[in-house]
């Protein structure tokens, strides 16, 4: 028997708030910036972590759960944005852009796929991807008041109303699972 996938992911758009992201803009090159700015690129919580997750967690769910498995990719969608905006940023701070997050430590570490939480029941998923939402946020939340620069505070703030969105949005989906 042949098996074919019904959903159509045709037209699924990133879903963030709807509101304008400031003018992606620094005052200065500064390299620490960059440097903070690269762990939240592709840190162990990042926004290379969370597209890949919520890719992962799509395709694994594909043909099951077609509502859910939209969300998951709007929602890694809104993620790719956070990523370009980060890696826009990183350049003007005079940053690398080489999936390496440079800690303050001195420390260097490439992106790895061992970041990851991958359950295999889609409630655990979904709390898997609202703790990682949350974690960002603290993060976020953290380089704001390390970073003295109120352009990329802008960006960093605006990235926080889309995560705190998704934390909404997957609470809301959980409720249904």
């Known amino acids: ?68 498995i939209k969300t998951i990719l709007g929602i890694a969608m809104a993620e790719m944005v956070h990523l370009q905006k980060l890696g826009e940023l990183i350049f003007l701070l005079g940053g690398k852009i080489d999936f390496t997050a440079r800690y303050r430590d001195g420390g260097i570490k490439m992106w790895t796929p061992e970041y990851l939480t991958l359950p295999e029941n889609t409630r655990n998923m979904l709390v898997a991807d609202i703790e990682a939402e949350q974690a960002a946020i603290n993060q976020y939340k953290m380089h704001i008041k390390m970073i003295k620069d109120s352009d990329v505070n802008a960006v960093l703030t605006r990235i926080i109303k889309d995560e705190e969105y998704h934390v909404m949005l997957l609470q809301a989906v959980m409720k249904g699972v």
């Not at 992201?21 to 690129?41: C, F, G, R, W």
């Open 1 to 68: 028997m042949k098996e074919t996938n019904t959903c159509s992911l045709i037209g699924v758009s990133p879903i963030m708030m709807d509101l304008p992201y400031p003018p992606t803009q620094v005052k200065e090159k500064n390299q620490a910036y960059a440097n903070l700015l690269s762990i939240d690129y592709c840190g162990a919580v990042s926004e290379m972590s969370a597209i890949t997750q919520y890719i992962n967690n799509e395709n694994r769910l594909s043909c099951e759960k077609c509502p859910l």
